[in-house]
């Protein structure tokens, strides 16, 4: 099946600094490519929704200039979490699908990010 | 929100019974679909079931959706330690992925 990777899988960095994290799709072309935080023992909550060579649609409540999102290729997407506090520190995971939206969702291992 | 619920919100059974868990949405949807995280891991992906399907079988896992109802059960059969995770349901409208609250399933060997 397709695969999807995630680096890095585990990141601490110190409030205020900005962390990169990167997604791509191994084996396919993403159309689109989606980013969730999950706090701990809790759901997915979807961040934002990016499409390649365009901008990302982030849902209500997700501060675009906090989370940068870039859709630079088909099979990478990246999201910058700027001048991180302790309270961006959670559990990020990515998605893609290939084809049309209603198909499967491909999901990467996450990356822990904690904040000091 | 549009988040679905499910239930119960954790579970645990011997290993070998049988394990359902719940999953209700508020919205219409295109499919609903089951995924498996173990902890700290990303998700696997369980099984599909289209709004005009009612019932789904792969291997050990049963699921059915009704939509009247917008509620969808994930039976797991003849349950294995290995099963021991997290399940969420997660409906699609008309683009976006929605995930409920999860079960956190326990298969005690």
């Known amino acids: 099946g397709a695969v999807v990777s995630q680096h890095p899988s585990r990141v601490i960095c110190k409030s205020g600094t900005s962390v990169k994290i990167e997604c791509r799709s191994l084996d396919f072309q993403a159309t689109t490519m989606f980013w969730y935080r999950q706090f701990p023992k809790q759901s997915l909550m979807l961040m934002a929704t990016?499409?390649?060579?365009?901008?990302?649609?982030?849902e209500q409540g997700v501060e675009k200039d906090k989370f940068l999102i870039n859709h630079a290729s088909l099979t990478l997407s990246t999201l910058t979490v700027t001048s991180a506090h302790p309270e961006d520190s959670s559990f990020y995971i990515c998605?893609?699908?290939?084809?049309?939206?209603?198909?499967?969702?491909?999901f990467g291992p996450g990356t822990r990010l904690t904040v000091l | 929100s549009q988040q679905g619920e499910e239930d119960p919100q954790a579970l645990s059974i011997q290993e070998g019974e049988n394990a359902t868990m719940n999953c209700s949405y508020k919205t219409s949807i295109n499919n609903l679909q089951w995924y498996r995280q173990n902890s700290g891991r990303g998700l696997v992906h369980l099984i599909l079931?289209?709004?005009?399907?009612r019932e789904k079988h792969s291997g050990r896992l049963r699921v059915t959706l009704d939509t009247s109802k917008k509620s969808s059960s994930l039976l797991i059969t003849a349950s294995r330690a290995a099963d021991t995770a997290s399940y969420f349901c997660?409906?699609?409208?008309?683009?976006?992925?929605?995930f409920g609250t999860g079960t956190r399933l326990t298969i005690i060997p």
């Open positions: 079931i289209r709004s005009n399907e």
């Open positions: 990016s499409n390649e060579g365009s901008k990302a649609t982030y």
């Open positions: 997660a409906t699609r409208g008309n683009e976006k992925l929605t």
């Open positions: 998605s893609a699908t290939l084809g049309q939206l209603y198909n499967e969702q491909f």
